[in-house]
C-alpha cells in the first residue's frame, strides 16, 4: 500500500473568511455546492465547522461509490479537515486571503491506495477524477460567494 494524494486548487474572489465561512456551513452553503457525483448528503451532527458529522455518497465512477462518514475537525483558523469514519480518507480544506477580496482554496485528498496494479491504476486516474470533481465543487463555490 502506498499513500494516494490529490490536490485541487481554486482563486476565489471573495475574501477568505467569507469563503471559509462558506465551506464550514455544512447545513446550508455546502449541500448547494456539491455537484452530481455527490448523493444522499445528511448532516449527522452539529453543522457548522469543527464538531460536524456529515454524511455522504461519493460517486467517482459509475462502479465506484465510496460511502463517507466524515467527522470535521479545525488544522487552525484556516481550514478544515473531513476524517472519513468507513476509510483512511482525510480531506483537509486551506483558504488563504490573497489580498483583501480573495482566496486561494486548496483541498487536498489523502488516503492509504491499494498495491499492485490495481493501485498503480488508483495513483494514476483517482487524482484526475478528484480534481475533476473538487473542480466543480470550487467552481460552485465561487458562485455561490459572489451572490
Do not use: C
Not at 494516494?4 to 448547494?32: C, E, F, H, K, N
Not at 488544522?75 to 480518507?89: A, P
Not at 490495481?118 to 475533476?132: C, N, Q, S, V
Request: glycine letters at 10%; hydrophobic letters at 35%.
Amino acid at each position: 500500500m502506498s499513500t494516494v494524494s490529490a490536490t485541487t486548487t481554486r482563486r476565489i474572489d471573495a475574501p477568505a473568511d467569507q469563503v471559509l465561512a462558506a465551506l464550514a456551513d455544512y447545513t446550508g452553503t455546502r449541500p448547494r455546492l456539491l455537484p452530481g457525483q455527490f448523493s444522499d448528503y445528511e448532516v449527522l451532527s452539529g453543522g457548522h465547522g469543527p464538531g460536524t458529522q456529515v454524511r455522504w455518497k461519493l460517486h467517482a465512477t459509475k462502479k465506484r461509490v465510496r460511502d463517507v462518514l466524515a467527522d470535521v475537525s479545525a488544522t487552525d483558523k484556516h481550514g478544515l479537515v473531513e476524517k472519513d469514519r468507513n476509510s483512511s480518507l482525510v480531506t483537509t480544506w486551506r483558504v488563504e486571503a490573497d489580498g483583501p477580496d480573495a482566496a486561494e482554496v486548496v483541498v487536498t485528498h489523502q488516503w492509504q491506495g491499494a498495491g499492485g496494479v490495481g493501485g498503480f491504476f488508483e495513483r494514476t486516474f483517482a487524482p484526475r477524477g478528484l480534481d475533476r470533481i473538487y473542480g466543480e465543487l470550487l467552481d460552485n463555490l465561487a458562485v455561490d460567494v459572489a451572490r
